[in-house]
């Protein structure tokens, strides 16, 4: 059973819209959330900002551990009268951006779910990649729009610096649309449920990670400029013309725009760029 707005009305809590609190109260897509997460005895999740504790009833009991990470402290009546009945159950009085999952790893690495708010949704999903090595699965609700760019495909105008950093390190899936409505307060715009699958090792293989991404920087810094445009401005101090010459011996046209580069194209564009660097003497 799903804490309703009536619930908060009875703890006199009204949701901060300076921290992006909408909670997720439809009992379907509460659900629909933890059956994808799919919790088992020997599992430890971690859940994102718990708010009122909708989704964290449905998945601590089915849990082995269970950590609860919510920066908001007024909601500790709500979400502690949630949970009181779950011994695994953790909460965590933090912001997950200051969070470090070391110290809640115990050797299996955890699942991670979580509704999102929709203005801090990049990094967050930032935060939890640079800790990918503890992390199995991760499950989030965000904003229609910015699920779209997690999952997009080269060639399409959803396509871009989101999506090559998630689809980088993990495989990323659309589960399910939610309307607002499933929402309170309701937002403004639908939200999607994605999953997240942390690869051992990257998709791709680069010779620089910090090359590939400064690389993806340069490529959706200014979408409307043409791939060689974007990459005169990558910081490198290389003129056109070189550039020209090393996209074409990437096979790579430099008048395509970034978002039709698949990302081992842009990979084998970043590790020539790197080797030209490395090869070529500075002044």
Known sequence: MSRTPNTQAKHSFRAKKRLGQNFLVNPYALRRIADAVQPGSGDCVLEIGAGIGNLSTRIAGNSGCFHAVEKDTDLAPLLGAALEKFPNANIIWTDILDFSLAGIFNGKKIKVVGNLPYYITSPIINRLLEQREYIDTIHLTVQKEVARRIVASPGTKDFGRLTCLVQYYCTAELLEIFPRHFFSPEPSVD???I???VLPVPSIGVSSEIMFFQTVKAIFSQRRKI????L???GWGL?????????????IVPTIRGEQLSLPQIGKLSDMIDAYLRDTPKA
Request: proline share 4%.
């Open 232 to 234: 005169v401005n990558g």
């Open 239 to 251: 003129p056109k013309e070189t550039l020209v010459k090393i996209l074409q011996r990437a096979g």
């Open 191 to 193: 939200s999607a449920l």
């Open 195 to 197: 999953r997240l699958n």
């Open 227 to 230: 791939l060689l445009n974007g």
